[in-house]
Structure formats: C-alpha cells, structure tokens
Nanobody
Framework: QVQLVESGGGLVQTGGSLRLSCAAS????????MGWFRQAPGKEREFVAA????????YYSDSVKGRFTISRDNTKNTVYLQMDSLKPEDTAVYYC?????????????????WGQGTQVTVSS
C-alpha cells in the first residue's frame, strides 16, 4: 500500500506558474504508474496528466497540453506537476493518483490510491 501527500498548491494570478509535488511512502515508488487529476467545484474529477513507472512516457489532457509538465524522481519517491500559463479555469483541487504495476487510467475508477488533494486557485 502506498500513501500519497500533495503539496505546492496556492493562489496565483492568470499567466502565473505553480509546481505541485506528490510524495509517496509505504511501498516501492517505481512500481506505480502516477498521475494527476483535478476537481473544480460542482464538477466531476477529471484527468490532467500521467507518467509511466520509468518516467519515459507522459500523457496529458487536451486542456493542459503544452502548459503543464508531469515528471517524477524515483530516487525521491515524488511526482511533480509543473503548471505554467495558468488560467482561471485551472482552479480546482488537484489530486495525485497511483496505480500498481500499470499506467494510471484517465478515469477516477480504476486507480488504486489517491492523495488528499491540494487547492489551486487562479485569479483573473
């Protein structure tokens, strides 16, 4: 079992940047595909980005492609989400997700573990 703790959220102006981190513990980090999701008020949780266990493959939703970058450091048991050119519509609670031995799937169901979330607010 793996425990996930997100950090790095906050308030930023339109066009600004934030870097989210998700620290994992309790299991071998490189055994997990990792990803980020977000949930805005009144909306369902949606897929943002995913990265393979080795870090060599990454996937993004169309809404963040070209602005967000997911990465991982398996020596630090951490996955990151660099968010640039932020827009008000990026405002949401951002969640880290893990799936054992497989890539994260772009739906809420099907992933094994979740963090508690970190709030990102982009002001216009």
């Amino acid at each position: 079992q793996v425990q996930l703790v997100e950090s790095g959220g906050g308030l930023v102006q339109t066009g600004g940047s934030l870097r989210l981190s998700c620290a994992a513990s309790g299991s071998t980090f490189s055994n997990y595909g990792m990803g980020w999701f977000r949930q805005a008020p009144g909306k369902e949780r949606e897929f943002v980005a995913a990265i393979l266990r080795s870090g060599e493959g990454t996937y993004y939703s169309d809404s963040v492609k070209g602005r967000f970058t997911i990465s991982r450091d398996n020596t630090k048991n951490t996955v990151y989400l660099q968010m640039d050119s932020l827009k008000p519509e990026d405002t949401a609670v951002y969640y880290c997700a893990a799936r054992r031995f497989n890539p994260v799937v772009p739906t809420s169901a099907g992933n094994d573990y979740w963090g508690q979330g970190t709030q990102v607010t982009v002001s216009s």
